[in-house]
């Protein structure tokens, strides 16, 4: 499995709920920046968080991409949700290439469990910063890092 990991774009500082906190246009450009990477990639499914900005992050890469199959919510992915969880689902997925669209700390802690087997890691994930981990198996500690890109470096 390919696994693309993107965090949601710069959002609202505030909003009524956390949850609730929309992307900024900052934010929206910071995605769709992010998208020139993902453009071509042969993705069999996106699954986003249910908060506002990771839902709003993962139509407009829907939207850039032309990606026709729709976006799915995955109630495991919000800020607080257990890495060690979020693999659990993710092995009982079939994709070849899967796009995640989430949140800190759960995106760091995520590559971290991945590729280092413990979730005390440092990847950096700045707001629509995008990973990529191949994966032979989901398990902890298996996966390979591919790219871990923000939009500030696309610029630079």
């Known amino acids: ?8 774009g710069q959002a609202a500082p505030q909003a009524p709920t956390d949850p609730e906190r929309p992307l900024t246009s900052a934010g929206e450009n910071e995605v769709r920046s992010m998208c020139q990477i993902l453009a071509g990639q042969p993705l069999d499914a996106m699954l986003a968080s249910p908060y506002l900005r990771a839902q709003q992050t993962a139509a407009l890469v829907a939207d850039q991409l032309d990606f026709a199959r729709g976006v ?13 969880e979020v693999l659990r689902y993710l092995s009982e997925r079939n994709e070849q290439q899967l796009l995640l669209v989430s949140h800190q700390p759960l995106v760091s ?3 971290s469990l991945l590729c280092e087997g413990h979730r005390a890691g440092h990847f950096p994930m700045p707001t629509a910063g995008l990973a990529c981990v191949d994966l032979d198996f989901v398990a902890a500690g298996l996966g390979q890092l591919q790219l871990l890109q923000s939009p500030a470096q696309l610029t630079s």
């Open 72 to 84: 799915s919510t995955a109630p495991w992915l919000t800020p607080d949700d257990e890495p060690a």
């Open 109 to 111: 802690q995520l590559l």
């Open 1 to 8: 499995m390919r696994l693309w990991i993107l965090r949601h």
